[in-house]
């Protein structure tokens, strides 16, 4: 069965950093684009970067850009997301993606860790 399971969320100082994780299982990682999302209670998902399938290209949204860095291991079938100057609109749920470009986006999607900013 496909699988993503995100990990590294937790509670942070504004300032701080957290590296999420992304493993997946189940199918042919390095034939898929993948994305982090996040959604914030009462907002809707957001797109925070992509990357492609052997790292050529990477794309951020404009509130993350030059924090946020987007990476994967497809050797390892991971994908990270390392987050720097965290603030506290920051925080959401913090979802990993597998994208199709013929669907025109995410076919699977993981369960979501929780990013909390905060003093």
């Known amino acids: 069965q496909v699988q993503l399971v995100e990990s590294g969320g937790g509670l942070v100082q504004p300032g701080g950093s957290l590296r999420l994780s992304c493993v997946a299982s189940?199918?042919?990682?390095?034939?898929?684009?993948m994305s982090w999302y996040r959604q914030a209670p009462g907002k809707e998902r957001e797109l925070v970067a992509i990357?492609?399938?052997?790292?050529?290209?990477?794309n951020y949204a404009d509130s993350v850009k030059g924090r946020f860095t987007i990476s994967r291991d497809n050797a390892k079938n991971t994908v990270f997301l390392q987050m720097n100057s965290l603030i506290p609109e920051d925080t959401a749920v913090y979802y990993c993606?597998?994208?199709?470009?013929?669907?025109?986006?995410?076919?699977?999607w993981g369960q979501g860790t929780q990013v909390t900013v905060s003093p």
């Open positions: 993606s597998a994208d199709r470009r013929d669907v025109g986006g995410p076919v699977y």
């Open positions: 189940g199918f042919t990682f390095s034939s898929y684009a």
């Open positions: 990357i492609t399938k052997s790292s050529v290209r990477r």
